[in-house]
C-alpha cells in the first residue's frame, strides 16, 4: 500500500482542490465498507484514503504536509490524533454528519448483494448472428416462503435496541484533545438496523436460499473474446430484502481453426494448385455462414489475398459485417509421375528456363531395355 497521500489519491502533487475531492470520491464509493461489508482490506484501504483527503483538502495541512510529511498534519501509521478514530467520524467531521454519497445518516438498511461473474463459451458462428442464450447459475435468490424478509410467517422485523435502527454504534472518551467520539457497526443486528425475533425456519432469517437460476441473456453480435455484459441487479440476491448485485457475463471465444479474427475481418488461407495460380480458377471456400466462390486470376502470386466482402463478423457500432480476406496458398507439387515431369520440363523449355534434367523412372529404363532386345 503506498504511503504518499498523493499516491494514495492517485493524483498529482500539484493536483487542484476539485481534482482532491474527485478522486476522493470516486475512491470512496470503491472502497466504502457498505459496499464491502465483508472485505477488511476494503475497509483499511477506505481509511487510508479518508487519512489522505482529510490532509490534501485542508489548504493548511497540505503545506504542511508538503513541507515535513505526514507526521506534521497528524496523521499516518500511529501518528496522533486518530486514535481510535472511526471511519464514520470521517464523515462527520469532513460533511456534518451527512453521507457524501447519499442522504443524512438515517435508519439503515439491507445491504447491496454481491456481484458476480459467468464465463460465457460461444463459438465463433455464435458471435456472428449473436442471440439469446440461457445461463444455468447456481446463486442465492430471494426466500419466497417470507417473501426476503427472513422473518416467519406472521411476524415482522424490529428496531434493534443495541443500536436505535441506526446500524451502528458511537462511544466516547476523552483525551487531551476533548472528547473523541469513535463509531463502528453494531455486532448485535449486523448493522441493519433491525433483529428478526422469529426467523424464517426455510432461510433461518437471512432472506435468501441458495437456488439454480436459468437466466437469459442477450448477446450482441460481434462481440470479442474477453469483453463483458453487465446485467444490472440480475446477481445474487441480498440479505432481507436488499437490492441484488449485478451479473458480469465474460465472453470465451473458441478457436476456429479455419479463421483468424482482427476486428471486424477474418482471415483464412487456402491452397490452390500452382495451375490454378497460373491459368486462373474458380474455387470454393468456406465461411462462417456457407461456402461461397472465389475467382483465381491467371498469373495469380504467391501471397494473393482475394476479399470476399461481407463474410466478417458484425461491427458493435454499427452493426455492418466486416469483410473475409482469402490468403492464397500456391502448392508446389513434390511427388510428380513420369508424364507430368516430362510435361513441365517442355514447358520450362518453351520459357527458355533452366531446370534440372528430368530423372528417368525405373519402368521407363525396364522399357527402353525390353525394347532394345
Do not use: W
Given at each position: ?5 498523493y499516491e494514495i489519491l492517485g493524483v498529482a ?107 460465457l463459451d460461444l463459438s465463433l458462428a455464435e ?173 495469380t502470386q504467391p501471397g494473393a489475398v482475394v ?67
Amino acid at each position: 500500500m503506498p504511503t504518499d497521500y498523493y499516491e494514495i489519491l492517485g493524483v498529482a502533487r500539484n493536483a487542484t482542490d476539485d481534482e482532491i475531492k474527485r478522486a476522493y470520491r470516486n475512491l470512496a464509493r470503491q472502497y466504502h465498507p457498505d459496499a464491502n461489508p465483508d472485505d477488511p482490506a476494503a475497509a483499511e484501504r477506505f481509511k487510508d484514503i479518508s487519512v489522505a483527503y482529510d490532509a490534501l483538502s485542508d489548504p493548511e495541512k497540505r503545506r504542511r504536509y508538503d513541507m515535513f510529511g505526514p507526521d506534521a498534519v497528524g496523521a499516518g501509521a500511529g501518528g496522533p490524533g486518530f486514535d481510535g478514530f472511526g471511519l464514520n467520524d470521517l464523515f462527520d467531521a469532513f460533511f456534518g454528519g451527512r453521507d457524501p454519497f447519499g442522504g443524512g445518516r438515517g435508519p439503515a438498511g439491507p445491504t447491496r448483494g454481491p456481484d458476480a461473474e459467468y464465463v460465457l463459451d460461444l463459438s465463433l458462428a455464435e458471435v456472428v448472428h449473436g442471440g439469446t442464450h440461457d445461463l444455468d447459475l447456481s446463486m442465492p435468490v430471494a426466500c419466497s416462503e417470507c417473501d426476503a424478509s427472513g422473518c416467519q410467517a406472521g411476524t415482522h422485523p424490529q428496531t434493534c435496541s443495541a443500536c436505535g435502527g441506526s446500524g451502528e454504534v458511537r462511544s466516547v472518551r476523552r483525551s487531551i484533545l476533548g472528547q473523541l467520539v469513535t463509531t463502528g457497526p453494531c455486532h448485535e443486528c449486523s448493522a441493519t438496523g433491525q433483529v428478526i425475533p422469529s426467523p424464517c425456519p426455510a432461510c433461518s432469517g437471512d432472506g435468501r436460499v441458495r437456488s439454480s437460476v436459468r437466466l437469459p441473456v442477450d448477446v450482441p453480435a460481434g462481440i470479442d473474446d474477453g469483453q463483458r455484459l453487465r446485467l444490472s441487479g440480475r446477481g445474487p440476491a441480498a440479505a432481507r430484502g436488499g437490492p441484488s448485485g449485478d451479473l458480469y457475463v465474460t465472453i470465451r471465444v473458441r478457436p476456429d481453426p479455419r479463421f483468424e479474427r482482427a476486428s471486424d475481418d477474418l482471415h483464412t488461407v487456402h491452397k490452390i494448385a500452382m495451375t490454378q495460380a497460373a491459368l486462373g480458377a474458380t474455387l470454393t471456400v468456406p465461411t462462417v455462414d456457407a461456402d461461397t466462390t472465389i475467382t483465381i486470376s491467371p498469373g495469380t502470386q504467391p501471397g494473393a489475398v482475394v476479399t470476399v466482402r461481407g463474410q466478417g463478423v458484425p461491427s458493435l457500432r454499427t452493426g455492418r459485417r466486416g469483410d473475409l480476406h482469402v490468403h492464397l496458398d500456391i502448392a508446389v507439387p513434390t511427388r510428380l509421375t513420369q508424364e507430368e515431369t516430362e510435361l513441365l520440363a517442355r514447358l520450362a523449355a518453351l520459357r527458355g528456363e533452366v531446370v534440372d534434367e528430368p530423372r528417368e523412372g525405373i519402368f521407363s529404363r525396364l522399357r527402353s531395355a525390353f525394347g532394345e532386345r
